[in-house]
């Protein structure tokens, strides 16, 4: 072997080859030790963003489940929460440095690194859902932009997927109504990525925090408003405690999805098989996360509604618009930067199309829903 490509090895590859060839060693002319060590499983090490009671625990075991069944049992992930190892905003990092394997999280939490991490999931919307923006990424070029923008401008050794497309993020929870533009001028907000930028350009003041420090936050008053993402999570860590009025419908957030990340070295180490199914294991999950999604956000925005006193209501149409203006801003000063100019450039050029269709052959299921559930939208 060669010293380059000894120093190609990974340190986990030469754990593994050396455990291995001690293992053999130890066993001396005994053919069973070997075999059993070969069969021994891989252990992937995995912490998630999330709070250990949040929703997303249970996607992210969702994909565990799924890895482990197909990989019968060669691949077994040590799942973990937010905080077991690093913070809930450092899993990128962690996952760079090899302190864990792998990561269960949003790019919008990388964002500090290069604002190009927020296009991945709480970018413009352009007209498109975060179903279409999941397309994008697959079929649209943006799997290649994100391996650009995490391996050559960033240099950092991991590999990224993408899965679960959620449902439009709310604008949020606020202790009064907020119906005008006016509403939230000094509002203090949390919200993470090129939303804060967003909000901020609307006069809102703005504060990124991780799920778990949210509600504390809100009583010790340091924020007044706030968004995370979805029913389920919002009534697990207690919003319905701290605010009654929660706003659905909003532009700041409405085509993220889960990001999974492995550490390079680790996951080229594996067999080709195993590979696979980390990475298709990440497809699997997206389907059942989505129907899990819909059972779950459904049922709990009926409890906050009708057991906790939580008043439901639709963004105006006015913040709406502002909404929308203040992208075009933002999209005309993120543009100065050429790599993110191509990204937007291929959105768009993605979307296009592909939301035409989608919008021309929808028909109006709101008028169906209305049809045979009459009144229910009159909120």
């Known amino acids: ?22 293992g053999a ?20 090490k995995m912490q998630t963003s999330w709070p250990a009671g949040d929703i997303w625990m249970d996607m992210a075991r969702e994909y ?16 973990m929460p ?19 394997d792998a990561a269960h999280t949003v790019p919008v939490y990388w964002y500090g690194k290069h604002k190009a991490a927020s296009f991945f999931g709480t970018g413009p919307v352009w007209g498109g859902s975060a179903t279409t923006m999941l397309g994008w990424f697959y ?31 709310p604008f949020g929870w606020f202790k009064n109504e907020v119906n ?52 389920s999570s919002d009534l697990r860590f207690g919003a319905q405690d701290v605010a009654k009025n929660y706003y659905l419908s909003s532009y700041h957030q409405a085509s993220e999805a889960f990001e999974f990340i492995f550490n390079k070295d680790f996951f080229d180490d594996l067999d080709e098989d195993l590979q696979a199914i980390l990475k298709y294991g990440v497809e699997a999950a997206s389907t059942s996360n989505t129907a899990l999604a819909l059972k779950e956000y459904s049922s709990d925005l009926q409890r906050l509604q009708n057991e906790m006193g939580v008043t439901i209501h639709r963004t105006s149409s006015e913040i709406l618009a502002a909404q929308l203006e203040a992208w075009d801003q933002l999209i005309d000063e993120l543009g100065a930067d050429p790599f993110m100019q191509r990204i937007m450039d291929s959105q768009r050029e993605w979307v296009e199309p592909v939301t035409y269709f989608e919008l021309m052959a929808a028909p109006d299921y709101a008028l169906a829903y209305d049809h045979y559930f009459p009144g229910k939208l009159a909120l």
Do not use: W
């Open 1 to 22: 072997m060669t010293d380059t490509e000894k120093t190609a090895l990974s340190r986990r590859s030469f754990l593994r080859t050396g455990a291995l060839a001690g």
């Open 25 to 44: 060693a130890a066993a001396g002319s005994m053919l069973a030790a070997p075999a059993v060590l070969a069969q021994a499983p891989v252990v992937v």
């Open 64 to 79: 565990v489940t799924r890895v482990q069944d197909m990989s019968g049992g060669r691949l077994q992930v040590d799942l």
């Open 82 to 100: 937010a905080g077991a190892v690093v913070g809930a905003f450092q899993v990128m990092d962690a996952c760079h440095d090899g302190v864990i």
């Open 139 to 169: 079929q649209g070029g943006g799997d290649e932009l994100y391996r650009e923008l995490t391996q050559d401008i960033l240099g950092l050794d991991v590999y990224g997927f993408m899965g679960f497309p959620m449902p439009a993020q």
């Open 180 to 231: 005008t533009v006016s509403d939230l001028q000094g509002l203090k907000y949390r919200t993470v990525g090129l939303a804060a930028d967003l909000l901020q350009k609307m006069g809102m003041a703005l504060f990124q925090l991780p799920g778990g420090e949210i509600v504390p936050a809100m009583e010790r008053g340091v924020i007044d408003a706030f968004e995370f993402n979805n029913p």
